[in-house]
């Protein structure tokens, strides 16, 4: 990446030289340049104290008894990222799935989110310059808040601060799974100019990059500006060979959309329209045949949605300090974000079922149709959702010193303030307006049941209809959160054989709200909505007020500990209140090259606000009618699911989720230049909030119904269970068919998780060849147990999940001189189950190329290459839906090729 300041030179300065991803124990003060450079042995006594992320005591030494791992700028560029999100995603910890850009049906598929270790995006905790940030404004899923790490300008980014264990006892709600602390560029002086270009050798996602930095020093202070902008364009299914037709599903009999369609509803086949309704309809579809169903309209659709959004994206950032005098600074920075995203989903559709005058006749088993059709881009106009996203970032305030009996004191008061705007939109169908065209109006027998209207669904749509029956869905969401903290930190006046205790104590109050708003139709149930789209919306707020307090041990010359206590008070709708939490780490250096550390931690996260101030929202899901299909309970393995509709609606009854992680862990550095580290993390939580799962409700109606399993048609229990289920006949065949699944967040389960991770840091230094640098990276799930009631067996489903079981990362670098650096990164992901979950696919490997060439001091030339052999996921013969492949661990991006150049004045 082009964006790397003088990389080569960097690396050769300092001891690390090729491997700086070897600076996983290592950190460095915010107000720092961004390029770790270790000092030379004769320099040791002048390290200057730093805060480690997992800390507010600043320390002289950067090994302590937490797992951090720092990856600074450089890093990124070894590894071939150009990105947080993509950063982020090949940690070694990153295991989970994620909904990305390649969702475009999902609730947030302009956003990207973090998943270590499976436990989501809200429960870790993620930080810039150490102060908390607004949520992304829509919630994962359409249920948990979460951070957006793609929209965070790159430009502005020194490096990245990973505790990979829990951290509530300092920072807070949400510090689970671990924390992610960001931090800013910093005192540069000079100017940069960058330039990145990159395209994919199968085509689409051509990119551009520029990058403008400059920034002063002076006498009592600094100042930096940034500015960049990234436009990328799209990468459809069409683009990928063994992703733009039908004949690329993985069956023996693949057939196209059904895209032009009369179904009997009676005997389940296809009534044949003959090829010249297909060729007549003006929109290119073609007459095709499905295996035991038979003929209709075809439509090749594989391939129409995007894989890769068009994106356009443009950042500001200024940041600076001022001495005010020896012991009093002011310092303030500014992050602005403006993104437009452009998607394409599947093509706009309608379906609906008529009775023709034959149901009067001795042909009435062809009376009962259901009618559908894909519409063209020629009869609609664009199809395309555009996501339209603003984020500003604020944070100001006062640094010093004072002196108390001859002891420095440092202490900070800091305000940030932050603002996420997002608004999509789309075109939709008018529900009533659709029905009518195609369905008509009159209702033969009063249950809704029409004989069909002016529209067919093999003639193309006239412009002047589509204008009528169209409109423009949209939602627009905003974020916002403001926080005051005040911290102080110094000695404590007391010594123990190790030296003098420090202390830090840090007191906060942060406000925090959400909106999400709804055009009046989408969750609209009287028959005016848009036809086959629902939505959430929901708002609301809360205050928090925290104190925490926190004392370093040295207990002797190769001992330390820590202990920290912090206390959150939360005022807001929910039954959370306040909630104490302790951590303690300790370190043991057992000689100069083998150390143990260990540490406890309690958590918590409060309740995510959409989970508790969801307005009622609708979705579709698939599940098992269990009281029709299975009524004595039986057949339930024989059982079809089916698409049924549910309204949740937010639980501001939740109770906040508690939990307790263990680490133990050994660091070895046998050599100089040599590092291993293996630390165990194990995680328990306790009233985990989730959605109810609809395949317990659905199977506790059925027992109530029938008085089977031990419940009793007449509980207050079972009572609840049938409010929740509503239900209606069907007209034709009698069925009592779900109408309406009432759902909401509970607190019901347990989760329980246990790892082992694994790093290798080496350097070789040659006096002929240069340096070769290694850094290895593992981890490794060993059990996730869960269970869903209180009283429920833990059962464990490492092997039974969609997410990685163990995911690993390998760098290797050469520089044989300060003017040249090249890398090879190579990325595995573990086997999942396949789509049927009757095997396991086989690991997913990938490799990124990475080379620098320093033609003069100012100017940089650099070329990436993200994966190289062009690897395909894993095949799944069980995946039916396009595009074949789970795409929340996997993507067909293909073989990236990137070129960069640099200059610096």
Same mark, same amino acid.
């Given at each position: 990446?082009?964006?790397?300041?003088?990389?080569?030179?960097?690396?050769?300065?300092?001891?690390?030289?090729?491997?700086?991803?070897? +600076?996983?124990?290592?950190?460095?003060?915010?107000?720092?340049?961004?390029?770790?450079?270790?000092?030379?042995?004769?320099?040791?006594?002048?390290?200057?104290?730093?805060?480690?992320?997992?800390?507010?005591?600043?320390?002289?030494?950067?090994?302590?008894?937490?797992?951090?791992?720092?990856?600074?700028?450089? @890093?990124?560029?070894?590894?071939?990222?150009?990105?947080?999100?993509?950063?982020?995603?090949?940690?070694?910890?990153?295991?989970?799935?994620? /909904?990305?850009?390649?969702?475009?049906?999902?609730?947030?598929?302009?956003?990207?989110?973090?998943?270590?270790?499976?436990?989501?995006?809200?429960?870790?905790?993620?930080?810039?310059?150490?102060?908390?940030?607004?949520?992304?404004?829509?919630?994962?899923?359409? /249920?948990?808040?979460?951070?957006?790490?793609?929209?965070?300008?790159?430009?502005?980014?020194?490096?990245?601060?990973?505790?990979?264990?829990?951290?509530?006892?300092?920072?807070?709600?949400?510090?689970?799974?671990?924390?992610?602390?960001?931090?800013?560029?910093?005192?540069?002086?000079?100017?940069?100019?960058?330039?990145?270009?990159? +395209?994919?050798?199968?085509?689409?996602?051509?990119?551009?990059?520029?990058?403008?930095? +400059?920034?002063?020093?002076?006498?009592?202070?600094?100042?930096?500006?940034?500015?960049?902008?990234?436009?990328?364009?799209?990468?459809?299914?069409?683009?990928?060979?063994?992703?733009?037709?039908?004949?690329?599903?993985?069956?023996?009999?693949?057939?196209?959309?059904?895209?032009?369609?009369?179904? !009997?509803?009676?005997?389940?086949?296809?009534?044949?329209?003959?090829?010249?309704?297909?060729?007549?309809?003006?929109?290119?579809?073609?007459?095709?045949?499905?295996?035991?169903?038979?003929?209709?309209?075809?439509?090749?659709?594989?391939?129409?949605?995007?894989?890769?959004?068009? /994106?356009?994206?443009?950042?500001?950032?200024?940041?600076?300090?001022?001495?005010?005098? @020896?012991?009093?600074?002011?310092?303030?920075?500014?992050?602005?974000?403006?993104?437009?995203?452009?998607?394409?989903?599947?093509?706009?559709?309608?379906?609906? @079922?008529?009775?023709?005058?034959?149901?009067?006749?001795?042909?009435?088993?062809?009376?009962?149709?259901?009618?559908?059709?894909?519409?063209?881009?020629?009869?609609?106009?664009?199809?395309?959702?555009?996501?339209?996203?603003?984020?500003?970032?604020?944070?100001?305030?006062?640094?010093?010193?004072?002196?108390?009996?001859?002891?420095?004191?440092?202490?900070?008061?800091?305000?940030?303030?932050?603002?996420?705007?997002?608004?999509?939109?789309?075109?939709?169908?008018?529900?009533?307006?659709?029905?009518?065209?195609?369905?008509?109006?009159?209702?033969?027998?009063?249950?809704?049941?029409?004989?069909?209207?002016?529209?067919?669904?093999?003639?193309?749509?006239?412009?002047?209809?589509?204008?009528? $029956?169209?409109?423009?869905?949209?939602?627009?969401?905003?974020?916002?959160?403001?926080?005051?903290?005040?911290?102080?930190?110094?000695?404590?006046?007391?010594?123990?054989?190790?030296?003098?205790?420090?202390?830090?104590?840090?007191?906060?109050?942060?406000?925090?709200?959400?909106?999400?708003?709804?055009?009046?139709?989408?969750? !609209?149930?009287?028959?005016?909505?848009?036809?086959?789209?629902?939505?959430?919306?929901?708002?609301?707020?809360?205050?928090?007020?925290?104190?925490?307090?926190?004392?370093? $041990?040295?207990?002797?010359?190769?001992?330390?500990?820590?202990?920290?206590?912090?206390?959150?008070?939360?005022?807001?709708?929910?039954?959370?209140?306040?909630?104490?939490?302790?951590?303690?780490?300790?370190?043991?250096?057992?000689?100069?090259?083998?150390?143990?550390?260990?540490?406890?931690?309690?958590?918590?996260?409060?309740?995510?606000?959409?989970?508790?101030?969801?307005?009622?929202?609708?979705?579709?899901?698939?599940?098992?009618?269990?009281?029709?299909?299975?009524? @004595?309970?039986?057949?339930?393995?024989?059982?079809?699911?089916?698409?049924?509709?549910?309204?949740?609606?937010?639980?501001?009854?939740?109770?906040?989720?508690?939990?307790?992680?263990?680490?133990?862990?050994?660091?070895?550095?046998?050599?100089?230049?040599?590092?291993?580290?293996?630390?165990?993390?194990?995680?328990?939580?306790?009233?985990?909030?989730?959605?109810?799962?609809?395949?317990?409700?659905?199977?506790?109606?059925?027992?109530?119904?029938?008085?089977?399993?031990?419940?009793?048609?007449?509980?207050?229990?079972?009572?609840?269970?049938?409010?929740?289920?509503?239900?209606?006949?069907?007209?034709?065949?009698?069925?009592?068919?779900?109408?309406?699944?009432?759902?909401?967040?509970?607190?019901?389960?347990?989760?329980?998780?246990?790892?082992?991770?694994?790093?290798?840091?080496?350097?070789?230094?040659?006096?002929?060849?240069?340096?070769?640098?290694?850094?290895?990276?593992?981890?490794?799930?060993?059990?996730?147990?869960?269970?869903?009631?209180?009283?429920?067996?833990?059962?464990?489903?490492?092997?039974?999940?969609?997410?990685?079981?163990?995911?690993?990362?390998?760098?290797?670098?050469?520089?044989?001189?300060?003017?040249?650096?090249?890398?090879?990164?190579?990325?595995?992901?573990?086997?999942?189950?396949?789509?049927?979950?009757?095997?396991?696919?086989?690991?997913?490997?990938?490799?990124?190329?990475?080379?620098?060439?320093?033609?003069?001091?100012?100017?940089?030339?650099?070329?990436?290459? !993200?994966?190289? +052999?062009?690897?395909?996921?894993?095949?799944?013969?069980?995946?039916?839906?396009?595009?074949?492949?789970?795409?929340?661990?996997?993507?067909?991006?293909?073989?990236?090729?990137?070129?960069?150049? !640099?200059?610096?004045?």
């Amino acid at each position: 990446m082009s964006s790397t300041h003088k990389l080569g030179k960097n690396l050769a300065r300092s001891a690390l030289a090729l491997a700086i991803a070897a +600076t996983t124990a290592y950190a460095q003060d915010a107000e720092e340049q961004e390029s770790v450079v270790l000092p030379s042995e004769e320099a040791a006594e002048e390290v200057e104290e730093v805060y480690v992320t997992g800390s507010r005591i600043r320390r002289s030494n950067f090994d302590g008894a937490t797992n951090v791992e720092v990856i600074t700028r450089d @890093d990124m560029s070894l590894e071939g990222v150009s990105g947080l999100d993509d950063m982020i995603d090949n940690l070694a910890q990153s295991t989970g799935a994620t /909904q990305g850009e390649q969702y475009t049906n999902s609730f947030t598929p302009a956003a990207s989110s973090i998943n270590f270790r499976g436990l989501g995006g809200n429960r870790t905790l993620v930080l810039l310059n150490g102060y908390r940030m607004p949520e992304y404004p829509l919630p994962f899923n359409g /249920q948990s808040n979460f951070f957006n790490t793609s929209a965070l300008p790159y430009s502005a980014v020194a490096r990245t601060d990973i505790l990979n264990n829990g951290g509530s006892a300092v920072y807070g709600s949400d510090a689970v799974a671990g924390v992610v602390n960001i931090f800013t560029r910093k005192a540069f002086d000079g100017t940069e100019i960058s330039a990145d270009f990159a +395209t994919t050798t199968e085509g689409g996602g051509d990119e551009q990059a520029f990058e403008f930095l +400059t920034g002063t020093t002076f006498d009592r202070g600094w100042v930096t500006f940034a500015a960049d902008y990234r436009s990328i364009d799209p990468i459809y299914g069409k683009d990928r060979d063994w992703l733009d037709s039908y004949k690329d599903q993985p069956l023996d009999q693949p057939y196209p959309d059904r895209a032009l369609l009369e179904l !009997n509803n009676f005997t389940g086949l296809y009534m044949d329209p003959g090829a010249e309704a297909c060729e007549s309809s003006g929109t290119g579809y073609f007459y095709a045949e499905r295996p035991g169903r038979g003929n209709y309209c075809g439509h090749d659709g594989d391939g129409d949605e995007t894989l890769q959004s068009e /994106q356009e994206r443009y950042n500001l950032y200024l940041s600076g300090e001022y001495e005010l005098s @020896d012991n009093l600074t002011a310092f303030g920075t500014v992050l602005y974000n403006s993104t437009e995203i452009t998607q394409d989903g599947f093509r706009l559709w309608w379906g609906g @079922d008529i009775l023709t005058a034959d149901y009067a006749t001795a042909n009435w088993e062809n009376s009962y149709i259901y009618l559908q059709k894909i519409f063209t881009p020629e009869e609609t106009g664009s199809q395309s959702a555009v996501y339209e996203e603003d984020a500003i970032n604020i944070q100001g305030g006062l640094k010093g010193t004072f002196d108390v009996a001859g002891n420095d004191y440092d202490w900070d008061l800091g305000i940030t303030a932050g603002n996420y705007d997002s608004y999509n939109s789309m075109i939709r169908f008018k529900e009533e307006k659709i029905n009518e065209y195609y369905l008509g109006t009159e209702d033969l027998f009063g249950f809704g049941i029409t004989s069909g209207g002016e529209g067919s669904v093999y003639e193309f749509l006239p412009a002047d209809v589509a204008q009528d $029956l169209l409109g423009t869905y949209w939602q627009d969401a905003n974020s916002q959160s403001a926080q005051v903290t005040f911290n102080v930190s110094g000695p404590t006046g007391f010594e123990l054989p190790g030296g003098e205790v420090y202390f830090a104590a840090s007191l906060e109050t942060a406000y925090n709200e959400y909106t999400i708003e709804l055009d009046e139709r989408t969750l !609209n149930q009287t028959g005016q909505g848009w036809f086959a789209l629902t939505g959430t919306e929901g708002g609301g707020d809360r205050m928090r007020y925290a104190g925490s307090f926190e004392v370093s $041990l040295p207990v002797t010359d190769n001992m330390e500990a820590s202990l920290a206590a912090r206390y959150d008070q939360y005022d807001d709708d929910s039954d959370v209140g306040g909630r104490p939490t302790l951590q303690g780490n300790y370190r043991w250096d057992i000689t100069d090259w083998v150390a143990v550390r260990t540490s406890y931690a309690q958590s918590f996260r409060a309740p995510d606000m959409h989970y508790m101030f969801k307005d009622p929202s609708g979705f579709y899901t698939s599940a098992v009618d269990y009281r029709v299909c299975s009524p @004595d309970g039986t057949t339930d393995d024989l059982c079809q699911a089916e698409s049924m509709y549910s309204l949740a609606s937010g639980n501001p009854e939740l109770k906040e989720e508690e939990g307790e992680n263990f680490g133990f862990g050994f660091v070895f550095t046998p050599l100089q230049d040599l590092k291993i580290s293996v630390d165990y993390v194990d995680i328990r939580l306790s009233d985990v909030v989730t959605s109810e799962s609809i395949t317990s409700l659905l199977k506790d109606e059925r027992d109530c119904a029938y008085s089977i399993n031990n419940r009793d048609e007449s509980s207050q229990y079972c009572q609840s269970v049938f409010a929740k289920v509503q239900r209606s006949l069907d007209p034709l065949t009698g069925d009592n068919t779900v109408d309406t699944l009432y759902t909401g967040p509970v607190n019901e389960s347990d989760l329980q998780y246990k790892g082992v991770d694994l790093s290798i840091d080496y350097d070789l230094h040659t006096e002929s060849y240069g340096t070769f640098g290694v850094k290895l990276d593992y981890s490794n799930t060993l059990s996730w147990k869960e269970r869903e009631f209180s009283g429920d067996e833990l059962i464990d489903y490492r092997d039974e999940m969609y997410d990685a079981r163990t995911s690993g990362k390998a760098n290797f670098s050469w520089m044989p001189n300060e003017d040249f650096i090249a890398a090879v990164t190579v990325l595995r992901t573990s086997s999942i189950l396949n789509y049927d979950e009757t095997d396991r696919l086989d690991p997913w490997y990938t490799g990124n190329l990475f080379m620098q060439y320093n033609y003069s001091d100012n100017l940089h030339l650099d070329m990436t290459v !993200n994966n190289v +052999t062009n690897e395909r996921p894993p095949e799944d013969a069980t995946w039916t839906g396009w595009p074949y492949f789970y795409r929340g661990i996997y993507n067909a991006y293909g073989r990236k090729v990137s070129f960069g150049v !640099n200059y610096s004045f």
